[in-house]
């Protein structure tokens, strides 16, 4: 989609993906396929493709949520268009996003940073998460893995899991485009679930 959207612009796209498709690559002048989003592999290839082709802006799509290191990389090297890492951060800090939330009244469901007394309905999900994976129903057997006796938060899961509490109906999301005047909404996903093993 947003190859397309560069050509529909004039502009000619150089991607790096984790895919390859081929509607991409019919679209692209050249496509780099890695297997993650970490810098340790994304550097190499920046560098690589900043000496071939004259790279004049940076365009992030999905997956880099869990790889904020990637996002400070290419902001330090190349101009990225749109938000840049401070906001990327902030929508990770989740106390600080339903703080926000909050704030401006728009409803969402009980979230809580510390276990829920009972596990029964609630669900557990990564602080640094897209696409909807690692979210997983809470039951007691994880609650006492992840913390300690008297419900206190371990240093290992104090700033990446919290709990929600299930809410029964479609699960669905908005995509939309916006700046700090405007919002236009694109399309309307419906979202596929399955549980998918680790």
Same mark, same amino acid.
């Given at each position: 989609?947003?190859?397309?959207?560069? $050509?529909?612009?004039?502009?000619?796209?150089?991607?790096? @993906?984790?895919?390859?498709?081929?509607?991409?690559?019919?679209?692209?002048?050249?496509?780099?396929?890695?297997?993650?989003?970490?810098?340790? *592999?994304?550097?190499?290839?920046?560098? *690589?493709?900043? *000496?071939?082709?004259?790279?004049?802006?940076?365009? %992030?799509?999905?997956?880099?949520?869990t790889?904020?290191?990637?996002?400070?990389?290419?902001?330090?090297?190349?101009?990225?268009?749109?938000?840049?890492?401070?906001?990327?951060?902030?929508?990770?800090d989740?106390?600080?996003?339903?703080?926000?939330?909050?704030?401006l009244?728009?409803?969402?469901?009980?979230?809580?940073?510390i276990?829920? $007394?009972?596990? *029964?309905?609630?669900?557990?999900?990564?602080?640094?998460?897209?696409?909807?994976?690692?979210?997983?129903f %809470?039951?007691?057997?994880?609650?006492?893995?992840?913390?300690?006796?008297?419900?206190?938060?371990? @240093?290992?899961?104090?700033?990446?899991?919290?709990?929600?509490?299930?809410?029964?109906?479609?699960?669905?999301?908005?995509?939309?485009?916006?700046?700090q005047?405007?919002?236009?909404?694109?399309?309307?996903?419906?979202?596929?679930?399955?549980?998918?093993?680790?």
């Open positions: 989609m947003l190859a397309q959207s560069a $050509k529909r612009a004039g502009l000619t796209p150089v991607v790096i @993906d984790l895919f390859g498709d081929r509607d991409t690559g019919e679209l692209a002048l050249a496509v780099h396929v890695v297997n993650t989003l970490a810098v340790t *592999a994304l550097a190499p290839v920046v560098a *690589a493709l900043s *000496a071939r082709y004259n790279i004049a802006m940076v365009v %992030c799509g999905s997956g880099l949520e790889h904020p290191e990637s996002l400070l990389f290419l902001n330090e090297h190349l101009p990225v268009y749109g938000n840049p890492p401070l906001v990327w951060r902030r929508l990770q989740k106390r600080e996003f339903f703080r926000v939330l909050g704030s009244r728009i409803t969402y469901p009980e979230t809580r940073f276990p829920p $007394k009972t596990t *029964a309905n609630w669900l557990t999900k990564p602080f640094q998460g897209e696409g909807g994976r690692n979210i997983s %809470c039951n007691n057997e994880i609650a006492a893995q992840r913390h300690n006796i008297g419900g206190m938060l371990d @240093d290992r899961s104090q700033n990446t899991v919290y709990w929600q509490c299930h809410q029964v109906g479609v699960p669905m999301s908005v995509l939309f485009l916006s700046d005047q405007r919002t236009q909404i694109i399309g309307f996903n419906r979202q596929w679930t399955t549980t998918t093993s680790k």
